[in-house]
């Protein structure tokens, strides 16, 4: 099943607005990651918050965790037409012993019309 | 640097081929991890590595995927007998120190089954 998941599916804005993505996800983490994905292309890692973690920034990213809620927002502003691309939450969470791997959503697709 | 290696970038295998997909780490990384991509879908995880070893291969189909990491050479992902429904992207995935720093992924092989 699928631990982290994202909101919106699809989110559509203009040029200099602000983008907003969400994430859900069921069990405990060590942390949870975002990811970036061009159509076509690899995964690129964006920005990591750990469980201890509330809040992260990055450039123009910014990042919350609310590990009671479960849940994470993603932060672009000032969006460009090249943020244009999915999104990912990614979840680290223990499975025993030092299996680690993580999960990921289905993503939320943004699109940027210049 | 040049980032997680992915060979080939597309394969086109018929019904009952085998598939043999490639990924060199980064260097100074030594976990390796496969995920597989369906179209609209996010990454569906299918095995962890450490060299010479596997470490979590939980999300790998029973029959037909194997997986290899060995001392020397390419992490392998290879896939015997291959069905229509293999048809995907498999991506690859690099760390270091995966609670720190995240996951660098390599660009991907687009398996199309004819």
């Known amino acids: 099943s699928q631990q982290g998941e994202e909101d919106p599916q699809a989110l559509s804005i203009q040029e200099g607005e602000n983008a907003t993505m969400n994430c859900s996800y069921k069990t405990s983490i060590n942390n949870l990651q975002w990811y970036r994905q061009n159509s076509g292309r690899g995964l690129v890692h964006l920005i990591l918050?750990?469980?201890?973690?509330r809040e992260k920034h990055s450039g123009r990213l910014r990042v919350t965790l609310d590990t009671s809620k479960k849940s994470s927002s993603l932060l672009i502003t000032a969006s460009r037409a090249a943020d244009t691309a999915s999104y990912f939450c990614?979840?680290?969470?223990?499975?025993?012993?030092?299996?680690?791997?993580?999960?990921f959503g289905k993503g939320t697709l943004l699109t940027v019309n210049p | 640097n040049a980032g997680v290696m992915q060979n080939p970038r597309h394969l086109v295998r018929r019904r009952g081929q085998e598939a043999r997909l490639r990924c060199s780490p980064m260097?100074?990384?030594?976990?390796v991890y496969w995920y597989r991509q369906l179209p609209e879908e996010g990454l569906k995880f299918m095995v962890y590595l450490q060299k010479e070893n596997i470490i979590d291969e939980s999300g790998m189909p029973k029959e037909r995927f194997s997986a290899e990491f060995p001392k020397e050479g390419p992490s392998i992902l290879r896939i015997q007998q291959v069905v229509r429904g293999d048809s995907a992207a498999y991506f690859c995935?690099?760390?270091?120190?995966?609670?720190?720093?995240?996951?660098?992924f390599g660009s991907g092989t687009r398996l199309t089954v004819v």
């Open positions: 995935a690099s760390s270091m120190d995966r609670t720190t720093y995240g996951y660098t």
């Open positions: 990614a979840t680290d969470a223990r499975s025993g012993g030092s299996n680690y791997k993580l999960t």
């Open positions: 260097k100074g990384h030594s976990h």
């Open positions: 918050i750990r469980s201890n973690e």
